[in-house]
C-alpha cells in the first residue's frame, strides 16, 4: 500500500521560466517569480482553498472566460500597433512596450490578469533591479505595465480594481532603492569628437559635424531631406516633417549657418524627398574604397560570386540606433571613450549658452515653454538666426 501523507505540494522552480509553481490535482499553478513574497502569498493562498475544499482546487464557473496576462498582452499589442505611429511608421514606444512587457509575460502570462496585484508588480521592480537597470528605467517600465492595465479596464477586459490595486505601488526614489542610478547625459569633449572622425564612415562624419554646430536632436540629423530645407535665405531653415514635440502643438525651425551648409554642400543633388545621409552612399563610398586600396588582381570568379544574402543591405536612411552605433562600433575598435550623438546637442548647447545666454540656447536647441504663443516665433526666429549666422 502507498504511504499515507499529510504533506502538502511542493512549493518549486520553474527552471525554464524562473517561476514558482505548485501542482495540485494534476495541474500546474505558476504562482510568479521564484522566491519572492508575492509567490509565496499566492502558494498559501492556492493551499488554503485546496485544504478547504477537501484538497480540490474549487474553480469558478466564469474563470473560464476570463484573460490570462498573456491574453490580456496579447490583445493590448494589436491595439499599441494601430496606436503608436507616427507618419505611418512604428513610433520608439512600441519597442519600450516590448520590453516592458517581457518580464510580465515571462513570470505572470499564466495569471489571471485580475488577480495581478501589486506585490506581483513589486516582484516584477525587483526583477528589474536584479537585471542592473537603472533606477528612471526601472519606473518608467512600470508605468508602461501599468498603462496595459488602464487599457484592458477600459476595454472591460478585468475590473477597475486591478488596476487601482496596482497604482498604489510607488515609484523607486533616489538613495532608497538597490536600483543603480543613472548618469546625467553631457556634453563631449571636442578633442574626443576630433579624435573619432577620421576614423568614421564619410557620411556618419558629416552628420557628426552637422549636428555639432546646429545642435539639432540626433533623430533630426538623420531624417533631413532638401525638400524640409529652406534656402531662400543666407541662414538656412529646416523644419524636420516630424519632430519630439510635434504632438504637443509646436513648430520646430532649425537654423544652419555657413559652416553647416559647406558640410551639406556635398550632398545637394539628390531628389527633394530623398535622405542627405544615407548608409547606401556610405557603403557605395566604402567599397569604392577597397577597391582603390586593393592590391591583388579580382579574379573572374569573384566577378561573378553571388552576394551573400545573409547580410542585411543598408537602408535609404541612418536611424538614431544605427547613428550611435557606427559612432560606438568605431570608438570600441579604436579605442576612443564612446560617446553617444545625444552629447553633440549638449555641446553645442553649452557653447550657445556661454556666448549668447540661456535665452540663445532655448532658441536655437528649440526648448519653447508650453506657455509660449505665437508672438514670441518671429523674435526667436530671428535670435536664433543671428546666432547660426555667427557660429553655425
Partial sequence: MPRLTKSHPRYRLHKSSGRAVVTLNGREFYLGRHGTKASRLEYDRLIAEWLAAGRRIPIPVDDAQQPSVVEVLAKFWGFAERHYRKNGEPTQEIECLRYAA???????????????????????????????????????????????????????????????????????????????????????????????????????????????????????????????????????????????????????????GPKGQLILAPYMARDADAFYFSPQDSERQRTAEMRATRKSKVQPSQVNRKVSRSRKSPGLRYTTQSY?????????????????????????????RKLFGLEGAQVVLGHAKADVTQVYAARDLAKAAAIMREIG
Fill in 102 to 256: 517581457r518580464p510580465l509575460r515571462q513570470l505572470y502570462g499564466d495569471t489571471l490578469a485580475r488577480d495581478f496585484g501589486p506585490l506581483a508588480l513589486k516582484a516584477l521592480q525587483q526583477h528589474m533591479i536584479g537585471q542592473d537597470l537603472c533606477r528612471n528605467v526601472v519606473n518608467s517600465r512600470v508605468n508602461l505595465i501599468r498603462r496595459i492595465f488602464k487599457w484592458a479596464v477600459s476595454e472591460e477586459l478585468i475590473p477597475a480594481g486591478t488596476l487601482h490595486a496596482l497604482q498604489t505601488v510607488s515609484g523607486l526614489r533616489r538613495g532608497r532603492t538597490d536600483a543603480r542610478e543613472s548618469k546625467p547625459v553631457g556634453p563631449v569633449d571636442d578633442s574626443i569628437v576630433e579624435a573619432t572622425l577620421p576614423h568614421l564612415p564619410v557620411v556618419v562624419a558629416s552628420m557628426v559635424r552637422l549636428q555639432r554646430l546646429i545642435g539639432c536632436r540626433p533623430g533630426e540629423i538623420c531624417a533631413m531631406r532638401p525638400c524640409d530645407l529652406d534656402q531662400s535665405g543666407d541662414v538656412w531653415i529646416y523644419r524636420p516633417e516630424s519632430h519630439k514635440t510635434e504632438h504637443h502643438g509646436r513648430a520646430r525651425a532649425i537654423l544652419i
Fill in 324 to 352: 550611435g552605433k557606427a559612432i560606438h562600433r568605431t570608438c570600441k575598435k579604436h579605442g576612443i571613450v564612446p560617446w553617444a550623438p545625444n552629447q553633440l546637442r549638449h555641446s553645442a548647447g553649452t557653447d550657445i
